[in-house]
């Protein structure tokens, strides 16, 4: 069935390191992808979004490239500071479809040091 | 910066009690939905609204839970009767646009308690 994949469940690095975070998606769809960003007790805020294969879009540092050839949309940041600390989710959606559920990822906990 | 408001934060109920949480959209969004973010911190789906009508909902919630999205009201979404296991972060979102996945805009949660 339709899912969406993370890899890393905790990822731990020193401020001003780049991180990149997996994302992969299975669908029989046309997808539109999504990055949102979860701070302790907060809600979940979007970070990005892609339905256009090979395209580079940004936002507040990150940026994430939609591949559909190889089903990814990895999150990059080039240099992580403290305030990304926080959980990340990749979810997928239908650009086509009766409700426009989102699927999330198992999530990502960053934790940035100094 | 998302204007969707949820109320209570937190509930507390005991084993056999209805729970009930309510989700006012962000102004002009027709389409609410409701997911279930548990302590592993994985979402499911549970239903979704354009104005007053239901677009999908699983199995789960047809059978305990019961939801509506009144007109010029809250939206609700009531556990008629909980369990230990719908102890989880309940998070509003609403959308522009049905049919088709959009950017959703999500509340901060009504973390329900089932002791």
């Known amino acids: 069935g339709d899912s969406v994949t993370q890899t890393e469940g905790l990822v731990t690095l020193t401020k001003g390191l780049p991180v990149m975070l997996n994302c992969t998606y299975q669908t029989t769809y046309s997808p539109f992808l999504f990055w949102y960003v979860q701070h302790l007790n907060e809600a979940p805020k979007l970070l990005l979004k892609?339905?256009?294969?090979?395209k580079r879009t940004e936002h507040q540092g990150f940026y994430a490239t939609l591949h559909k050839s190889s089903s990814s949309f990895h999150l990059q940041k080039s240099s992580v500071q403290l305030s990304d600390s926080a959980l990340y989710f990749c979810a997928w959606g239908y650009t086509g479809g009766l409700s426009g559920k989102l699927t999330f990822g198992e999530g990502t906990q960053v934790t940035v040091i100094s | 910066n998302s204007k969707v408001i949820q109320t209570p934060r937190y509930l507390v109920k005991g084993q056999g009690q209805k729970a009930k949480m309510r989700c006012i959209p962000e102004?002009?969004?027709?389409?609410v939905f409701w997911y279930q973010q548990n302590k592993n911190n994985e979402f499911k789906f549970l239903i979704n609204f354009q104005n007053q009508e239901v677009l999908q909902q699983i199995d789960m919630t047809e059978k305990r839970f019961s939801a509506e999205c009144p007109s010029n009201s809250p939206c609700s979404l009531e556990i008629q009767s909980s369990e230990a296991g719908d102890s989880a972060l309940y998070l509003c979102?609403?959308?522009?646009?049905?049919?088709?996945?959009?950017?959703?805009?999500f509340g901060p949660g009504t973390r329900l308690t089932v002791l």
């Open positions: 102004k002009g969004h027709p389409v």
């Open positions: 979102a609403s959308s522009l646009l049905g049919g088709r996945s959009y950017e959703q805009y």
């Open positions: 892609s339905s256009t294969d090979n």
